[in-house]
Each structure stands twice: as structure tokens, then as C-alpha cells.
């Protein structure tokens, strides 16, 4: 059975919390997405990440929220 996952805003540190990285580590994977995340939400510079872009990350780096 395939669990729904509704994905919420999340801070930085509380994303990179649930990754188990630094918040430093995950503006590296920021930055190395940069041009996707910009589709998704215009500019990575704040703190907050909507909805879709925390999907993004935790979609590409297998992160369990």
C-alpha cells in the first residue's frame, strides 16, 4: 500500500534536520539545484521553502519527512 505524503513548508534547518545533514550541506544541495528550485519557487535566498520545493528535495535526495 503506498502511503500520500502531504508535504508542508519547512525552514532550512528543519529539512536539513530531517535529512540528518548540516544547514550548510543542504545549501550546497540547494545551490547544485538551483536552476529547478528557481522553476519551483523564484529564488533559494529564504529561509522558508514552500511546499513544492521541499517536495523536490526530499523526492531527489530520499529524505522520510
Wanted: aromatic share 10%; net charge positive.
Amino acid at each position: 500500500m503506498t502511503q500520500i505524503v502531504t508535504y508542508k513548508s519547512m525552514f532550512k534547518y528543519q529539512l536539513a534536520n530531517a535529512a540528518g545533514v548540516d544547514v550548510r550541506t543542504l545549501n550546497r544541495w540547494l545551490k547544485t539545484d538551483k536552476e529547478e528550485i528557481n522553476k519551483l519557487m523564484g529564488t533559494i535566498s529564504t529561509r522558508l521553502l514552500p511546499p513544492s520545493v521541499v517536495e523536490y528535495i526530499c523526492t531527489k535526495y530520499v529524505i522520510e519527512l
